[in-house]
């Protein structure tokens, strides 16, 4: 399949695809790091509370062009899974990805994303650290950060938690992602106080790739065929090869612009 293929060849539904985007031994932002980047030095700490380990951070190349990568990581076993509190970050982990932002703009160094979370974590330690507020300034400070950004979601994509990490310049997405506001099981509950429709839900919520590529809120679809690593490090060097020669005041508003256009009928 060719790397950005919109045509699916045996197309999922919409409950197919969200037991895709979680299945295990899915590729997790560690394997795309491994695979398409080199020289990775892992940044940790949000310099307030501690390590948050459902977010990884850190320096690396991609050919010869100096990045940040961030990304949710969930782990590849039970093990990893409970060390990375299955992807679900806390508020110090969005604000450690955030540091990693504001360095990557003082050297004018490009800024890659991984997304895959069914959500930012809800307990009590992380609204009392002030879950919301680190969501909102991270959304805040990427729209108008003075840097190229491109996010990529590679799993689930739930979400303020997701959206964290996704106001890029362009959103790709794999093509057995999701990106929704909310699961299909919270969904199912809020609106009808039945899980078993968990698969109408899927559908009425249009979380496919397909469905973000016709509602204007990806730019890619991601084939997840079997040459999907080097391919995508060949677009992304491509991509932001072209970002970085582009007026970075320009970069900024059609940034901005990007996401005040979602929604809009004339």
Known sequence: MALFDNLFGGEKNAHEAVAAARANGRNTTMDFISNIFHGFIEMRGDRRFGDDKAIVSGLAWLADIPVTVIGHEKGHNVKERSQRNYGSPHPEGYRKALRQMKLAEKFHRPVVCF?????????????????GQAIAESISEMISLRT????????????????????GDEVWMLENAIYSVISPEGCASILWKDPSRVKEASERLRLT?????????????????????????????ETLSHKLTLDINELVESRYNRFRRMGYTS
């Open 115 to 131: 997304v895959d979370t069914a959500g930012a974590y809800c307990g009590v330690g992380a609204e009392e650290r002030g879950q």
């Open 209 to 237: 790739a397909k469905d973000m590529l016709n509602l204007g809120v990806i730019e890619r679809i991601v084939s997840e065929g079997s040459s999907m690593f080097e391919d995508l490090k060949r677009v992304l060097a």
């Open 148 to 167: 190229p950004v491109i996010s990529i979601l590679i799993g689930e994509g739930g979400s303020g938690g997701a959206l964290a990490l996704a106001a």
